[in-house]
């Protein structure tokens, strides 16, 4: 760590040790430029201050959500930045408690199975409390979101699940506009790491809405995606083998009609929080067909204060 007139510089690998990452990582987030030095040493080091100690907090916060690069960068730049993550926290929240209510029912069960006596919620409550593992209450998170800034948030949420968060094959990929080289590839691709990410398994795991419609579909999707891949790869194979293209014009429309089906049964049980009034509504089939989107958050235009911004998607109630 190094003082230029009273300000606080950090190396690259300060900035890695602070945010529990690695040095590669903080060297790939300022390629992509996320992430911008504050000034160069003599020796051409790049050396950070707190305001960009406090960005890469938040880089991996986001990234632990589950955010491609695209929308993080989106969410950096947008006015209401703590707003989106808070919203986030809250769904986590709601879903670690019904969670626990399914978990204390299952307990409850278990113990009348076995003859044992039964105990009150508040003991059963503290019981699942002490078992769960780390990352598992977003209580130190949200109490961030409501005292701070999105700065705050991250630090909360390092607070809840610590733990490396690396870029993915998959951000490389969309952010490269030209060929593939060693120096663009994220850490991920370069080296093979042992431990997966303490926070990105937390955080995902904890956005599982099994108990609603839209998981339900959501799984549909997937299987059902599945199973038109198959068969659209079989028919190409077939046309490119044999020159009878028949079967592709025949399936082509059927993997469209199920393409639909799936797209409207979609829209039709996701609802998105805006961060701004956190009203809670529905985008018009044109705006939820061709918006910019993650597996968590929409870019939508609230239907209720008229703000585009980065909206939470929720199941349908």
Not at 29 to 40: A, F, I, M, N, S
Not at 70 to 79: D, M, Y
Not at 124 to 146: C, H, I, Q, Y
Not at 252 to 268: G, M
Request: charged content about 25%; hydrophobic content about 40%.
């Amino acid at each position: 760590m190094s003082r230029n007139n009273d300000v606080r510089l950090y190396s690259t690998g300060e900035i890695a040790d602070a945010t529990g990452v690695t040095v590669r990582t903080v060297q790939y987030y300022d390629q992509k430029g996320l992430l911008h030095p504050t000034e160069r040493s003599e020796g051409g080091r790049r050396l950070y201050d707190d305001a960009a100690l406090n960005r890469m907090k938040t880089i991996v916060t986001l990234k632990s959500l589950g955010l491609p690069l695209k929308a993080v960068r989106g969410v950096l730049e947008s006015e209401a930045s703590n707003e989106v993550l808070r919203c986030l926290l809250q769904e986590q929240k709601k879903t670690l408690e019904r969670q626990i209510a399914d978990d204390l029912e299952m307990l409850k069960a278990v113990r009348r199975a076995l003859g044992e006596p039964a105990r009150d919620s508040a003991v059963l409550s503290e019981t699942v409390r002490d078992a769960a593992p780390v990352g598992a209450d977003s209580g130190a998170a949200e109490n961030a979101a409501k005292s701070g800034g999105i700065e705050s948030v991250a630090a909360g949420c390092a607070a809840v699940a610590p733990g490396e968060v690396e870029p993915t094959e998959r951000d490389s990929q969309r952010e490269k506009s030209g060929p593939a080289s060693v120096q663009d590839k994220p850490p991920s691709m370069l080296q093979h790491r042992e431990n997966k990410s303490g926070m990105e398994h937390n955080m995902s795991k904890l956005f599982a809405r099994k108990d609603t419609k839209l998981y339900a579909v959501q799984r549909r999707m997937l299987a059902e995606g599945i199973v038109v891949d198959v068969i659209e790869v079989v028919c190409v194979v077939i046309g490119i083998m044999t020159g009878n293209w028949l079967p592709l014009a025949v399936a082509l429309p059927l993997i469209i009609i199920v393409a639909a089906e799936l797209v409207k049964a979609y829209y039709q049980e996701a609802r998105y929080v805006c961060p701004h009034c956190h009203a809670t509504f529905q985008p018009t089939m044109r705006q939820f067909m061709w918006s910019t989107h993650t597996p968590k958050t929409r870019k939508l235009t609230c239907a209720n204060c008229g703000t585009k911004d980065w909206c939470v998607e929720v199941a349908a109630e």
